[in-house]
């Protein structure tokens, strides 16, 4: 289950990133955010590493859900609650990220008391 979870937040980083590529840029956020979403998953696979990637996932949760946040913020006091198509898709993107990511940290952390149970 942890992978497939997995997989979906590599997606949700991809999206994002082409989302804030093409408003922004390919800058340091694009970076950041792909690199997270590879080591998210490939750290499911090894089991050294799969305790750290449920931290990175959950990290970047965070921080998505405080961009999107701030991405509402930035909406409502701009005078109209209207975001264009590139914005709500980003935001979109971060959701995902943020429900992905604390989904995988929930997992990794019920494999982690599971595994020490036995």
């Known amino acids: 289950m942890n992978k497939i ?4 937040f590599t ?7 082409a989302a804030s590529n093409s408003l922004l840029g390919a800058g340091m956020w694009f ?7 590879i080591f998210v998953t490939a750290s499911q696979f090894h089991p050294w590493f799969r305790e750290l ?3 990175a996932a959950s990290i970047l949760g965070m921080i998505s859900v405080l961009a999107v946040l701030l991405t509402l913020l930035a ?13 709500a898709l980003l935001v ?4 995902m ?9 929930r997992i990794n952390k ?3 008391t599971y595994s020490s149970n036995q």
């Open 97 to 105: 990220i943020a429900i992905f990511g604390f989904l995988l940290a």
């Open 5 to 8: 979870v997995a997989a979906l």
């Open 31 to 37: 970076f950041i955010i792909v690199a997270a979403g």
């Open 53 to 55: 990637g449920g931290i």
């Open 92 to 95: 979109f993107g971060f959701t």
């Open 110 to 112: 019920k494999f982690k």
């Open 11 to 17: 997606i949700s980083c991809f999206g994002t990133a």
């Open 75 to 87: 909406a409502t006091i701009g005078g109209s609650f209207e975001l264009g198509g590139s914005e």
